[in-house]
């Protein structure tokens, strides 16, 4: 059974920085596309960032692109967003996910595989 453990979250004023990190257990890593999700209450979750297996390929919601990095580590099993530039609007519960290893990216939710359990990050204005 694949694990997924998220560190990272805090609180932080406008316009700091942040580094999530989630460390997987349980599978092969290296074959897994990752992805980080967010939720604030009473809207669905949608994707942040998501990176291929190898690392090669990222793609960005555009609200956070040129703030926020994915990147992976397969010989630590984890996988990393730092968050730069943080607004108020980037609050939210922070989910790592892991797709299914067929899909490139795992950008949809039906491609999800595995969850973490969210780790919340607030940004005060």
């Known amino acids: 059974q694949v694990q997924l453990v998220e560190s990272g979250g805090g609180l932080v004023q406008a316009g700091g920085s942040l580094r999530l990190s989630c460390t997987v257990s349980?599978?092969?890593?290296?074959?897994?596309?990752m992805s980080w999700f967010r939720q604030v209450p009473g809207k669905g979750r949608e994707l942040v960032a998501a990176?291929?297996?190898?690392?090669?390929?990222?793609t960005y919601l555009d609200s956070v692109k040129g703030r926020f990095t994915i990147s992976r580590d397969n010989r630590q099993n984890t996988v990393y967003l730092q968050m730069n530039g943080l607004k108020p609007e980037d609050t939210a519960v922070y989910y790592c996910?892991?797709?299914?290893?067929?899909?490139?990216?795992?950008?949809?939710?039906?491609?999800?595989?595995?969850w973490g359990q969210g780790t919340q990050v607030t940004v005060s204005s």
């Open positions: 996910v892991a797709g299914r290893r067929s899909a490139a990216l795992a950008v949809t939710l039906t491609s999800i595989d595995y």
């Open positions: 349980g599978g092969t890593f290296s074959g897994l596309p």
């Open positions: 990176i291929s297996r190898g690392g090669a390929s990222s």
